[in-house]
Antibody, heavy 112, light 112 residues
Framework: QIQLVQSGPELKKPGESLKISCKAS????????MQWVKQAPGKGLQYMGW????????TYADDFKERFVFSLETSASTAYLQINNLKNEDTATYFC?????WGQGVMVTVSS | DVVMTQTPVSLSVAIGQPASISCKSS???????????LNWLLQRPGQSPKRLIY???KLDSGIPDRFSGSGSETDFTLKISRVEADDLGVYYC?????????FGAGTKLELK
């Protein structure tokens, strides 16, 4: 069955970086783009952008053009979200998604 | 960006009664392919979102036919014919026609 399994929760300080993983299984990884979505605590869903899993080309929504990097490890069927120079407002749950399939989310807390 | 206006913000429904959620987009969601990329998602408390409906009216696998989607261009509706306890959570519409994809603000379904 199709699954997207994400890495575990993160607690970071402002200014640090992190890298979240999203491991896909049950389908051919390069057949579908991978999307990323942010959900701040108690808030709605915000689309961050997507990465072409065939070419590795990322496309970012305007709010995520700075400090955010989508990448792939195709041999491992894994997509990554890196956030640099973390800010308090990056505290959120981050989801990867492929069509109707979503990862379980990674809770990121940024606090000094 | 396309603005998705979702109403109501919250909905209190008794078991067995119908429910309806509206989603209006700020521009037509008909894509260049002629397809309309309008989805409905349900996020149960503490869970990741789950897609219920895609392309306006197509039910995802395993979604009961109590759920139905309709609409065109800029005006869309999700209906639940008979609400069950398992239906509680926050419903989101999501447009995937225009980049960036955008979500409605959500409708919280509570049981009366």
């Amino acid at each position: 069955q199709i699954q997207l399994v994400q890495s575990g929760p993160e607690l970071k300080k402002p200014g640090e970086s992190l890298k979240i993983s999203c491991k896909a299984s049950g389908y051919t990884f390069t057949d579908y783009a991978m999307q990323w979505v942010k959900q701040a605590p108690g808030k709605g869903l915000q689309y961050m952008g997507w990465i072409n899993t065939q070419t590795g080309k990322p496309t970012y929504a305007d709010d995520f053009k700075e400090r955010f990097v989508f990448s792939l490890e195709t041999s491992a069927s894994t997509a990554y979200l890196q956030i640099n120079n973390l800010k308090n407002e990056d505290t959120a749950t981050y989801f990867c998604a492929r069509g109707g399939y979503w990862g379980q989310g990674v809770m990121v807390t940024v606090s000094s | 960006d396309v603005v998705m206006t979702q109403t109501p913000v919250s909905l209190s429904v008794a078991i067995g009664q119908p429910a309806s959620i509206s989603c209006k987009s700020s521009q037509s969601l008909v894509g260049t392919s002629g397809k309309t990329y309008l989805n409905w998602l349900l996020q149960r408390p503490g869970q990741s979102p789950k897609r219920l409906i895609y392309l306006v009216s197509k039910l995802d696998s395993g979604i009961p036919d109590r759920f139905s989607g309709s609409g065109s261009e800029t005006d869309f509706t999700l209906k639940i014919s008979r609400v069950e306890a398992d239906d509680l959570g926050v419903y989101y519409c999501l447009q995937g026609t225009h980049f960036p994809h955008t979500f409605g603000a959500g409708t919280k379904l509570e049981l009366k």
